[in-house]
């Protein structure tokens, strides 16, 4: 798949970096410098290119949002139109302070995006795991049972096409329903940030849900 | 410990039996009828008894409350004072018809409950497993690796009481931090219940949240 990455900052970075060692076709864009995304395509190899968040989205078929809540707006402009394409969110909706959630209970940051732009599919996934644990699932992937990662969406295609991508990473992906479910994902997502960076013993954290 | 059972339904009828055949000596309280109460501390066993909440609250070192959200107020004046006492809560704040959380983001159902109650040391636990999984649980203990089962809470010696318990039911318990992580762990409680009960497949799941 052609993979737009929008916010190449840790988690784009790390994302873009792994999704082109599966075999994709990942454009880095939205990076703090040009210097900065030449570097993580370099880095990641495999055909992995540089472009402007339009020049990546473009040719894309799935659009990985990766920004900080603060740079969506800036971002979504910058990319152009989106209609039809998969838009796979990890930004949670963050304050600035990346203390809290600015928004929850009633709505969540994957249901605002989606309503800003309502011609794309936007999945909400791989906000509930800290980047820190990614290039080990990776490097373990088909070592069972895998760690599990969630994903919510209201668009059929776009959530086949997430589940796709996160089997690519190692994780067993788990549908949890429509993207309102974000409203629990994205308070799960900060519950497992919490126990990798505020109660020690080191950020390598991932969770399995399943049946017994 | 002597265990208090307020809300002696679903999950407190559950919980209650386990606690009495891990060795504790429960009283259950507050079920639809008097008939329910000694059926289930006859099918507990292992000393069991019934009680008004105030005569399950009195001699107890921990307190379970395990009542709908709608009845929290009403078992609270019934058991009296309960100061000091270690209180763990499995009761989210749901609305009557159990669709949604009555309060969330900004603020949690274990908060809410705390400051009713602002001399007791409330710790919130047992709401992020599904009833059906805990008999599974409580019989394989032992077997490694256990499941996960988060809580949180601001009185340490609460906490650590809490711990103790979980781990009584075969649980692996992973202290999550403050009592206002109730803002997430009581969403994620809805997430793995919606994975449980709506996404088909079987209602006993259970979730491990490691460091690899």
Known sequence: ?????????????????????????????????MDKLERLAAEAGNGARVGSPAQAAKGADVVLLAVHWSRIDDVLALAGDLSGKTIISCSLPMTNDDKALTVGHTSSGAEKLAAKIPQAHVVSAFSTTPGEVLFGVFEAKGRKPAPTLVYCGDDRKAKAIAAELIADLGFDPLDAGALWLARYVEPFSLLVASIAYDRGGGAEVSYRIERR
């Not at 993979?3 to 990942?26: N, T």
């Open 1 to 33: 798949m052609r993979i737009a990455i929008l916010g190449s900052g840790l988690i784009g970075g790390k994302l873009g970096a792994l999704f082109a060692r599966a075999g994709h076709q990942v454009t880095f864009s939205y990076a703090r410098s």
